[in-house]
């Protein structure tokens, strides 16, 4: 996509011009150092390794450039633009969605922020944490086995399988942790399971499946005839896992659950589901896109009735997926991660899975934030209609501008800038000019040429701040010469921004679903008394 970018702006100006050679020649200043450690590496070496230039083998008497080899790799990063520079970001618990930088006064709005429902600032959040801490201290004092396993664990895993309607969760240092050693333990136990696993999903459950060792097939995005074409390779005897997450963080996709759980049991195989960017968002108490989708009935039943059926007696979409993860990083705003399934899967990873057993528990005042956040958010409908609302002001604001929005029926808000380096300056401006956060996105998180800004709206970003927000991007757009809506149109579209056949999805929320309010959640989801679940401390024969 760099070719499209290039055309836009070379038919634009001057500007476009000076910047294009401030990039080369900071690419090639780049570029000659890399090139003297290379040639330094050279000169000591008589037989260079083709692949990897800066290994030499070519006498027992050189060491070896460990410095070389590492600030060149560091290097490449500079030269292709994908190197992060982090910003000093402090979020403020009482000034929500405000954040201060390096000092106290400079202040500016966060919109890139994953602790979505800003529960990390709720007063009764932060109450439960700092009970936690008076009471049992800072840290858990060892791995579950040996001294972190404790009524607040116990308690947080039975909130967790009641939120999904599962039989039992457990809980991980985080959601990376959690689906990296769900992979790789069915890998290390069932030798022959084959993974069919969606191109987009996030890098721990990528991870996770090199780890186990697994044969593998990658369908492309929510594309569910290439799925079911690998599937049927397979007789329906071959163990297989489909792994795949709800909403994809990035592009703010949303997978068809229900059409995967029928090919899976068309084909035998398991389903994993990541629910990391939907839980706290979707489902009438935020259990995320598995409880949404049978809206209804869920809200109805609130959260005590584990097994209900859809009217014609079938299993609801979150009971028919056999394994969910979910962070309590984002929307539940503390940290850790946690797998809920069937008690007999959380006693197989409680048992073997090695990034659970050998490593500290979550102190547990995390633990008792994570809870209280759960409790919090579930009777809190309100939260999750008031983000979409939000987002909805912004989308159609960006729209109204021709600022290209990839089109997705979910919260994410991705504006696509289609170059890493037009993207950072897109970033640095929106901070240095207009006090507005937003990092950019690049490679390796999305593809080369589909870098953008990812906005996140939250129940704090009230139409005031968005109006704000779309004046600084309608400055941004135009002071750096962005492509916009047109002239993606003018290349025939790109992800969906420009295209004209393109389909757009309905919003993940219809608009009767917007107008419920916390009234209208069964009562039980308030104060239900969640019982400690045995799994959680292993089963007694
Ligand atoms: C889709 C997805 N899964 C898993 C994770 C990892 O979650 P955690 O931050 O709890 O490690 C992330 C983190 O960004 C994610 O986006």
């Known amino acids: 996509m760099y070719p499209l970018t290039s055309k836009v702006c070379s038919s634009s100006n001057a500007t476009f011009v000076n910047r294009l050679t401030s990039h080369i020649l900071a690419t090639r200043q780049y570029a000659s150092t890399a090139a003297k450690v290379a040639t330094s590496n050279k000169d000591s070496s008589a037989n260079t390794n083709e692949q990897n230039p800066l290994v030499n083998h070519g006498t027992q008497e050189s060491y070896f450039d460990y410095e070389g080899v590492i600030e060149n790799e560091v290097l490449k990063k500079r030269q292709d633009k994908s190197y992060r520079f982090f910003n000093n970001i402090n979020r403020l618990a009482k000034e929500y969605p405000m954040a201060h930088r390096q000092s106290d006064a400079d202040k500016v709005t966060v919109w890139c922020s994953n602790d979505y429902l ?86 721990s459950m990528i991870i996770g499946i090199k780890h186990s060792n697994l044969k593998k097939h990658i369908f492309k995005h929510n594309n569910l005839e290439e799925l079911e074409t690998m599937l049927k390779q397979y007789p329906k005897s071959t163990p297989k896992m489909i792994a795949f997450e709800s909403v994809y963080s990035m592009a703010g996709s949303v997978a068809d659950i229900n059409k995967i759980c029928d090919l899976a049991e068309k084909y035998g195989a398991m389903t994993f589901l990541d629910e990391v960017h939907a839980v706290g968002l979707y489902g009438p108490h935020g259990a995320g896109v598995a409880e949404h989708v049978d809206f209804e009935a869920h809200r109805k039943a609130g959260i005590a009735t584990p097994s209900i059926k859809d009217n014609n007696g079938h299993k609801l979409a979150m009971d028919r997926v056999d394994i969910i993860t979910g962070t309590l990083g984002k929307s539940f705003g503390a940290v850790g991660g946690y797998a809920a399934a069937n008690k007999r899967i959380i006693d197989f990873l409680r048992s073997y899975a090695p990034g659970f057993i050998f490593t500290t528990t979550l102190p547990p005042a995390v633990m008792a934030a994570a809870s209280e956040a759960i409790r919090f958010q579930r009777g809190n409908i309100e939260l999750r209609t008031a983000q979409q609302k939000h987002t909805t002001y912004l989308k159609e604001g960006l729209q109204d501008l021709g600022i290209p929005v990839v089109p997705n029926p979910s919260h994410i808000v991705p504006i696509l800038i289609g170059n890493a380096d037009l993207a950072k300056q897109a970033s640095d401006m929106l901070m240095e000019k207009h006090k507005i956060y937003v990092q950019a996105i690049n490679f390796p998180t999305v593809a080369r040429g589909t870098e953008r800004l990812r906005v996140t709206p939250t129940p704090g970003h009230t139409d005031d701040l968005s109006d704000i927000m779309l004046d600084a991007m309608e400055d941004v757009f135009t002071e750096l010469q962005l492509p916009r809506v047109n002239d993606w149109e003018a290349q025939g579209g790109f992800l969906g921004v420009g295209d004209p056949n393109f389909i757009k999805e309905p919003n993940l929320w219809t608009e009767r679903q917007l107008e419920y309010t916390n009234k209208d959640l069964n009562p039980n989801v308030k104060h239900p008394v969640i019982q400690q679940l045995e799994v959680s401390s292993g089963i007694k024969e």
């Open 118 to 203: 800003a529960l990390s600032k709720q007063p009764e959040v932060m109450d439960a944490m700092k009970r936690a801490i008076d009471k049992y201290g800072a840290g858990a004092g060892g791995t579950r086995n040996i001294a972190g396993h404790n009524k607040l664990t116990m308690q947080l895993e039975a909130e967790l399988a009641a939120l999904h309607k599962k039989e039992g969760a457990l809980v991980f240092s985080s959601c990376f942790v959690a689906n990296d050693a769900v992979f790789s333990l069915f890998g290390q136990k069932i030798k022959d399971m084959v993974i069919f696993s969606d191109e987009l999903n996030h890098a």
